[in-house]
């Protein structure tokens, strides 16, 4: 499957603000958007004027990049959004908040979505106790989302174990560190979705 395989520091830097993609290094003063607060390329620093066009493609850029969908996915999983009751934006957001890898992202059990993409792919947690190795897995209301018991004898999961037990996940997850699992309480609503997106702009872009 395709996907993005060049350095990530450069999509902070095109959206101008830090999309904690590379886990602990956004933290520090290492990250590249502390060093070089402006977009990539020669013509990075020059001053371009901002179009309506321009600012609503950011946001869905943005958006896709937290998530790290491809342009496809993203577009179905915005028809999907347009074909529920509610605010599509808000339906958007949600849907996306549902994937496995942002769940396990969510719980505490990866440093960045990127790290929970990859831990999903290699099969190491389990959705009601049945493995799943699909990061783009939606979880429902109910589901228990597991370490499996093979997968914690590693060090980098153990460790990943530990930081978990200090952090506190979103209102609608729960998550247990003695069983190190999870559980979806309830759908996500907008107020705790800290992703900073404005998705009126994406519907926009995508009603022209």
């Not at 990250?31 to 070089?36: G, K, L, Y």
Request: glycine share 6%; aromatic share 8%; hydrophobic share 30%.
């Amino acid at each position: 499957m395709a996907r993005y395989t060049g350095p990530v520091c450069r999509l902070c830097r095109r959206e101008g603000i830090k999309l904690y993609l590379k886990g602990d290094r956004c933290y520090t003063k290492k990250c590249a958007i502390e060093r070089r607060p402006y977009p990539p390329g020669m013509h990075g620093q020059a001053r371009k004027k901002t179009t309506e066009y321009g600012l609503q493609l950011r946001e869905k850029q943005k958006a896709r990049r937290i998530y790290g969908v491809l342009e496809r996915q993203f577009r179905n999983y915005f028809a999907k959004a347009e074909r529920q009751p509610g605010i599509t934006g808000e339906n958007l957001l949600r849907l996306l908040e549902r994937r496995l890898d942002n769940v396990v992202y969510r719980l505490g059990l990866a440093s960045s979505r990127r790290e929970a993409r990859q831990l999903v792919t290699h099969g190491h947690f389990t959705v009601n106790g049945r493995k799943v190795n699909i990061p783009s897995y939606l979880v429902k209301v109910g589901d228990v989302i597991a370490l499996r018991e093979k997968s914690k004898e590693s060090p980098r999961i153990q460790e990943l174990m530990e930081r978990a037990r200090e952090k506190t996940p979103p209102a609608w997850l729960e998550y247990d560190a003695d069983q190190a699992q999870g559980r979806v309480l309830a759908f996500p609503t907008r107020d705790q979705i800290d992703t900073p997106v404005q998705e009126h702009l994406i519907v926009e872009l995508y009603s022209k």
